[in-house]
């Protein structure tokens, strides 16, 4: 079993910069992937970003890239996300999850992470 922990969410202006984290525990050395979601309010859950545990480039969804940075401390089981330039649209319940896999094309399906957080609150306002 892996526990996840996300912290870091808050209330911000619009061009605010927030940095959300994912704690792990139990089981790590079964995560090969984790991403980061979101879900707005009567809006499906959608990737946001993926990291492969083992190393190289993450995957971003379009409305992200070049706003938002994940990355992670392995010594310390925890990825980040950093969301600068914060947009009203990115308001929603963020959630980390942590799967047994590797694709990156496959990576921002919901179906692919088999553990997930409870999740951390992200309010951007105009």
């Known amino acids: 079993q892996v526990q996840l922990v996300e912290s870091g969410g808050g209330s911000v202006q619009a061009g605010g910069s927030l940095r959300l984290s994912c704690a792990a525990s139990g089981y790590t050395r079964s995560v090969v992937s984790v991403g980061w979601f979101r879900q707005a309010p009567g809006k499906e859950r959608e990737g946001v970003a993926a990291?492969?545990?083992?190393?190289?480039?993450?995957v971003y969804a379009d409305s992200v890239k070049g706003r938002f940075t994940i990355s992670q401390d392995n010594a310390k089981n925890t990825v980040f996300l950093q969301m600068n330039s914060l947009k009203p649209e990115d308001t929603a319940m963020y959630y980390c999850?942590?799967?047994?896999?590797?694709?990156?094309?496959?990576?921002?399906?919901?179906?692919?992470?088999?553990?997930w957080g409870q999740g951390t609150q992200v309010t951007v306002s105009s």
């Open positions: 999850a942590a799967g047994p896999t590797w694709d990156r094309m496959l990576v921002m399906r919901q179906s692919v992470y088999n553990y």
């Open positions: 990291i492969y545990t083992g190393g190289g480039p993450p």
